[in-house]
């Protein structure tokens, strides 16, 4: 009979299950960013699975460095967006101020 592999869904709970000390002596605030993290894990597990080569808690961390990479780049592009907009309520102050 053939060997019965762990599911990534099994795999990032047994991490997170092996950190249960860990989670235990962090504020509360810090243990709701460790949950984050590992929610962002199970949005990968069809990835996670697919890294035979890697420790499973490399692919579990690699998950998760993935979506705050996505979520930084998604800030990045706000606040460059936001900038934009200030730069141009800036020129209409000005714009504004010199004609008045």
Same mark, same amino acid.
């Given at each position: 009979?053939?060997r019965? /592999?762990v599911?990534a869904?099994?795999?990032i709970?047994? @991490?997170? *299950? %092996?950190f249960?000390?860990?989670?235990?002596?962090l504020r *509360?605030?810090?243990?709701?960013?460790?949950?984050?993290l590992f &929610?962002h894990?199970?949005?990968?597990?069809?990835?996670? &699975?697919?890294? &035979?080569?890697?420790?499973?808690? @490399?692919?579990? !961390?690699?998950?998760?460095?993935? %979506?705050?990479?996505?979520?930084?780049?998604? /800030? &990045?592009?706000? !606040?460059? @967006?936001?900038g934009?907009?200030?730069?141009? !309520?800036?020129?209409?102050v000005?714009?504004?101020?010199?004609?008045?």
């Amino acid at each position: 009979m053939g060997r019965t /592999l762990v599911t990534a869904t099994q795999i990032i709970l047994d @991490e997170q *299950r %092996e950190f249960g000390d860990f989670y235990r002596a962090l504020r *509360r605030a810090d243990q709701q960013a460790f949950e984050e993290l590992f &929610s962002h894990a199970r949005k990968h597990t069809a990835p996670i &699975s697919m890294a &035979s080569h890697a420790l499973p808690f @490399e692919a579990v !961390l690699l998950a998760m460095l993935l %979506e705050e990479c996505k979520k930084s780049n998604q /800030l &990045s592009q706000q !606040l460059d @967006e936001l900038g934009k907009v200030v730069d141009k !309520l800036h020129q209409l102050v000005d714009e504004f101020t010199s004609s008045a």
